[in-house]
């Protein structure tokens, strides 16, 4: 093997319970080549729904995902996917996946176990709050070692962060999830940060262990940040010597792949006209050394405002997938 890529999809809610109308079926029409494109030896997919077969009890199966990686290679690949808090079973909505062509060599899933939820007492609840509560991060941190043959491996980190919408605040929104005041929604909106901060530490903490073990680790922390790299969760993960102030630190940061592809075609979401880049290839330096070139398939990406107010279910998803090839 001379060359490999690794890949990252945000597929955005994928479930084959479609209400029986085929919409489905656009979406298999429209995301399989995509993934068919992106040629992936390595890929990592958020947002997969799971369900139980009966609808009623029993394991809960990614039954979407199968039917998309129906007839493709990828179908054969061994998979990961992410467990809930008990670690019993796989959740309804947003799943976090793996899917590797090589061995899978070890695997975990973390939530809050390096950072434990911080606790704060609501200010604009109402009734109003008299104790502080744990504010808990609304999904895990899938990573595997992945075997890439001739004793070399590779860390995959597979991540999902907090969007920047407000968090649900007790007596400050009505059933149709209007905020009833700004102090509410601004309560909201800061938590949203503190969860979307802190899944970044932990992962960062993560991702120190790695570097504990083997100080030249390739590693590859990948998915849908919900952020560019100016801001502070992608600082966090990213450990900018800039930031630490520490040239002896400058082995263990991780370096954006799209950073190598030209800046018209940097972006991964279109948000009410404007281009940002929110999903990420965040690559060790040693895995930076291997790098041969990093895509963005944007070319046919919606805006995720506009869209779906003007196209009736769409199939697409309103994030670009990306992939980057190793030598």
Sequence with gaps: MKRWRLGTFNLENLDDRD?????????L???RPQLRRLRADILCLQEVNAHTIDGKHGPRQPVGLDRLLEG???ARYHRLISLNRGGRRSS???NLVILSRFPILSHGQLWHDLVPPPLIRPVTTMPPTEQAQAVEWDRPILHACVDLGQGRHVQVVNVHLRAPRAAWLSGQKTEHGRWLSVGGWAEGFYLAAVKRAGQALE??????KMFDVDAGVRL???GDFNCDDREAPLRTLMGDEEDTGNGHLAPRMLVPAERSVADSQRFSVIHHGRKVMLDHLLLSRSLL???VSCEVHNEALGDELVSPARIWEAPDSYHAPM???FS
């Design 323 to 325: 992939v980057a090839e």
């Design 203 to 208: 992962a960062r903490l993560l991702v120190e």
């Design 29 to 31: 029409a429209v995301l």
């Design 220 to 222: 590859v922390v990948c």
């Design 19 to 27: 209400g029986g109308d085929g919409g489905f079926d656009d979406r």
């Design 289 to 291: 050394g291997d790098l």
């Design 92 to 94: 309804d909505h947003h």
């Design 72 to 74: 493709t290679d990828y």
